[in-house]
């Protein structure tokens, strides 16, 4: 991470590429128990078990601890401040690197505001401790994406851009293989870092994810590949290995107690 986001995304892609060791990002900060249990866990909740796990996941990918709806419930319901949280989890956890759900133009809310106001919330997520964005748009809207890596560029951040999987990419008439090589193309393009596939519903199913992992490590053999489920279906373990098998850099995953 010293050396800049383009050498962080190198060094992980020689990691898997070489070694052919996949390596795992933890969501049981964020994802996990926003699934859950309504993203009610407390900061210290987390604290009390932030330097146990800076021990034992110090050779992880990256926790995600911070974005989605941890900032609007860390405010509303636990009455917490979430710059807070984020500013004391970096003290506790020098080690592994920090990733963050961004929603591009809506920041970390619900509705799009404005360019100045997301660009300097990107500046500070930096500053207080995120080093790996995750910008997604809900509709795969490419000009929202565009805009959310270029806040993150602006920033210095790692940019993690995603394509949120939907349908069936075996039998989908609209998202087939195109779309997604199509899109994929487009972010690489504009000068990603990371490709992160996000199967927020839990939809891609193993042998979707052999054919569509495989023709994106196909056509960019060097680009960092991580993916994204949800064990909706309980397919959820047989797709990641499956996405290994294909090329995928980083699978992401839960604590047993905060998994499936």
Known sequence: ME??????????????????KPLIMDTTW??????LLATRIRTKDISDIAQVTSKCFYNAFALECWGGATFDVSMRF????????????????????????????????YTSYPDKTVIEFCKEAKKTGVDIFRIF???????NLKFGIDAVREAGGVIEATICYTGDVE???KYNLEYYLTLAQQLVDYGI?????????????????????????????DLPIHIHTHDTAGTGAASMLACIK????????AMDCMAN
Request: charged share 20%; with cysteine; net charge positive.
């Open 3 to 20: 050396k800049g986001p383009k050498a962080f995304a190198a060094a992980v892609r020689n990691h898997t590429s070489n070694l052919n």
């Open 78 to 109: 636990l009455k917490e401040c979430p710059w807070v949280r984020l500013r004391h989890l970096r003290k506790l956890v020098p080690n592994i690197p920090f990733q963050m759900l961004f929603r591009s133009a809506n920041a970390v809310g």
């Open 137 to 143: 748009d809900s509709l795969n809207y490419i000009e």
């Open 246 to 253: 294909a090329g995928a850099d980083i699978v992401d995953g």
């Open 193 to 221: 870092h990371f490709l992160a596939i996000k199967d927020m519903a839990g939809l891609l199913r193993p042998s979707g994810a052999t054919m569509l992992i495989g023709a994106i490590r196909k056509a960019h053999p």
């Open 171 to 173: 039998t989908s008439a």
């Open 30 to 35: 964020r994802d996990a128990h926003q699934s």
